[in-house]
């Protein structure tokens, strides 16, 4: 190996340690489908990410739902966000924080835009955000039809 290459290589190996240090390691729940009643759940190393939509999810209507943590530390309380994405489909950010509801219950409030191809398959990404890793669990669920 010469001196350039053996540079290169340290280089490249320096970065890649240094963008792992920088992020918190994510870590992916199994996918799941939503129920009819807009129930979602995914578990993965005894913590359980639940989803619930308290009123049909519909385009261009505001609608609540609730996310309960199972098996996570609350102290201090993590950082909850779902993102609302189409897949293979740029729908724009629909990211929203929830407010912590305390004993594991966030909630929040989204509004969907409507999908110029008229696609009603949507997926929620709930994304619990602690000190030592960023946790995420993607369910599948209809909007609007
Ligand atoms: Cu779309």
New binding site residues.
Partial sequence: MTGLRATALAWLLLTLVACQSDAPQVVSFPDAECDGAGFCQSSRDGRRITLRFLAPPSPLTAFPFEVHLNGFAVKPPPDVQVRFE?PD?D?GLNRYRLQNGGTGRFTGRAVLPV???G?HDWRAVVSVESAEAVREARFGFRAGD
């Fill in positions: 189409m489909m729908m999908c110029t191809t696609r």
